[in-house]
């Protein structure tokens, strides 16, 4: 008796079949999967170029089927820039972690969104650096421990956690920013919406397109892979609410 | 094709238009404010990309992405906007990318000054940022030697998917000279002809352009392709020139730029005084010209060398390294944005002569 079999679930065509290096409980895969998805489901992927930041991403094109160019640490958006104005008919997009994007590369986003340069940023921000093994970041908490900031942060010396999405919402050039979560499967189908939203804008030329997305860092916040994402919703959305902040489609203030 | 009189720095922008390079990253500053003022309107007339970016970090950094297109891409900036690059320029060499980076150059250390120095000639000879790396650096001495180092740039940047460095001091960007541009300005390169850039991964495996090897042994490897490189380029693309050498010469002259200029009138009128020196002019500072420096030093009638620059005495330690100790070795130079007079080259001369 023939079986009838339709491939119901698979791996995006954009993501490669390597191993990931990310530690257990981060949520870097995930991410890494919905972008790859929205590649696939927009069929660009063959003129996608990504660039990766530096920081745990900065192997990301050890897993994206696309051409990826690695960019010096903060200034992904510069590179980005530079090639998305010669090929504007190829697809671009950065992806960045919090220390990259609102420390060392500050700088470089506020410009590129400031231009409405016609790429995508995915900003994934996890409130430390990965990388360096669980250093203070621009996006830590307030008493948030870290290996720099012992006994929490200080925010009489420190400032307050960069709200980056609400940064760059103050800008007059229109674009899409979005902050979204992927600490719960229903976050996550949010999350991939926004994802596909801000490649859409792309595709269409229209402009620069941002989403900030929480993660999460079990091994340098210090608790469980299992309960990472419970930190993640405690700790994170209150100071970093979900939502739109800025839609070329909407009402600019 | 007729000639035209072009300020230096106008000049360049258009000997890179010329090359087939139409896609321009940069950041104001003085003294070559003027390449992007003429670009911003010419470039559009030729179909080619220019941003005026947010810093001269951002302009490495941008040349870095541009680059991986495959496309002819530069910048032009002055000293201190140069330093801000170094970052971007370790990259790009690591990566193996082609660019073209103009130096018109200025006093310093720090913010230094805004008239013409040759006080940057180790950061571009030697390699100014971090890691094993070199970019080929070229020097011209006139406003029609910059056009022409222009577009060899370009070739050679793409020969040998290096940066390339075009080290000019004020006096270049600045003065105004005739000039005369190829007939025929080059088409710009077709990327799909290459094996490397990145045009989306479509019926191929996808493309990385990175300089990150984890592993020791592919990073060595990364050393390995990169000096040997260097190697061939050190064989095939040293370029000097020689002034008034002869047999007759008693004193040898080094000197790159527009110091070489300066020197060659000083070499005219010492000439007129029964006095012969002979000028060696490195126009490639990096590949050095090692073996043509040591073989003019070291015929029997040059007493001494004198090595002149715009700077407190840098390219002198290439000379003292490549002459080997084969005769005395002698400096002048000024700084500051002060260039050294023909007056002052002579009165050295004499003095150095006077005391054998």
């Known amino acids: 008796m023939a079986i009838d079999t339709n491939v119901i679930f698979s791996r995006p065509k954009a993501l490669s079949e390597n191993i990931t290096h990310y530690c257990p409980g981060c949520t870097h895969g995930v991410i890494h999967r919905l972008v790859a998805e929205v ?24 897993y994206f089927a696309v051409d990826f160019i690695e960019a010096a640490h903060g200034r992904a958006p510069a590179t980005a ?26 700088g470089e986003i506020v410009h590129a969104a400031n231009r409405g340069e016609k790429f995508t940023t995915i900003f994934v921000n996890n409130a430390i650096y990965g990388m360096t093994g669980g250093q203070m970041a621009p996006t830590t908490l307030p008493g948030q421990r870290t290996t720099t900031c012992p006994q929490g942060r ?8 960069i709200r980056m ?31 596909r939203r801000a490649f859409q804008l792309q595709v269409e030329g229209r402009c620069y397109s941002l989403v900030e997305v929480l993660s999460t860092c079990p091994t340098n916040w210090g608790v469980a892979p299992t309960t990472a994402t419970k930190w993640l919703a405690d700790n994170m959305l209150g100071y970093y609410p979900l939502g739109t902040y800025k839609d070329p489609d909407q009402e600019v203030r | 094709m007729t000639k035209k009189l072009m300020k230096g720095n ?67 900036s002055s000293s201190p ?3 801000l690059m170094m970052e971007a320029m370790s990259y790009m060499a690591g990566d193996h990318l082609p660019v073209v980076i103009v130096n018109i150059t200025r006093g310093g250390p720090g913010l230094g000054g805004i008239l013409p120095a040759q006080s940057d000639y180790f950061q571009a000879a030697k390699a100014g940022g971090h890691g094993d790396y070199h970019a080929i650096v070229l020097a011209p001495s006139s406003v029609q030697e910059a056009v022409d180092l222009m577009i060899l ?65 592919l990073l060595e490897k990364n050393s390995f392709d990169l000096a040997a490189k260097y190697k061939v380029i050190k064989e095939k693309e040293v370029r000097c020139e020689l002034y008034k050498v002869s047999d007759k ?32 002019r490195p126009i490639t500072l990096f590949p050095f010209p090692e073996k043509e420096i040591f073989r003019e030093t070291a015929k029997a009638n040059i007493r001494a060398v004198l090595t002149v620059e715009m700077s407190m005495g840098q390219m002198i330690e290439d000379i003292d390294r490549c002459i080997k100790g084969k005769k005395p070795l002698d400096f002048y130079g000024r700084t500051g944005g002060i260039v050294p007079t023909p007056n002052e080259v002579k009165d050295k001369v004499r003095q150095m002569l006077a005391a054998k």
């Open chain 1, 39 to 62: 590649l696939d489901e927009l069929g660009v992927r063959e003129r996608t170029v990504g660039v990766a930041p530096v920081g745990c991403s900065v192997l990301a094109y050890n």
């Open chain 1, 81 to 106: 820039t530079g090639f998305k104005r010669i090929r504007p008919d190829m697809i671009v997009f950065t992806y960045q972690g919090d220390g990259d994007l609102a420390s060392i590369g500050m």
């Open chain 1, 154 to 161: 200080d925010v009489s010396l420190a400032g307050y956690p």
């Open chain 1, 165 to 195: 999405v609400e940064l760059l919402s103050g800008l007059r050039t229109p674009a899409y920013l979005v902050r979204v979560s992927v600490h719960s499967p229903l976050h996550v189908v949010a999350a991939k919406k926004a994802i």
């Open chain 2, 10 to 76: 106008e000049a360049i922008g258009e000997a890179a238009i010329a090359a087939g390079a139409i896609n321009y990253f940069a950041y104001p500053i003085t003294p070559q404010s003027e390449v992007a003022e003429y670009m911003t309107w010419r470039l559009p007339e030729v179909g080619g990309v220019f941003v005026q970016a947010e810093s001269e970090v951002a302009v490495g950094n941008m040349l870095l992405g541009a680059a991986c297109t495959g496309k002819r891409v530069f910048t032009t």
């Open chain 2, 81 to 83: 906007g140069i330093s």
């Open chain 2, 153 to 217: 740039a370009f070739d050679l940047a793409d020969n040998y998917r290096t940066p390339v460095i075009v080290i000019g001091d004020g006096m270049i960007g600045q003065m105004m000279e005739s000039v005369e541009f190829p007939a025929k300005y080059r088409e710009p390169v077709n990327p799909e002809t290459k094996d490397w850039p990145l045009t989306g991964a479509k019926g191929r495996k996808a493309r990385v352009i990175k300089s990150l090897f984890l592993d020791p042994k």
């Open chain 2, 249 to 280: 010469n008693r004193l040898l002259i080094a000197a790159y730029g527009t110091m070489a200029r300066i020197c060659q009138t000083a070499i005219d009128e010492l000439e007129d005084e029964g006095i012969s020196v002979g000028l060696f």
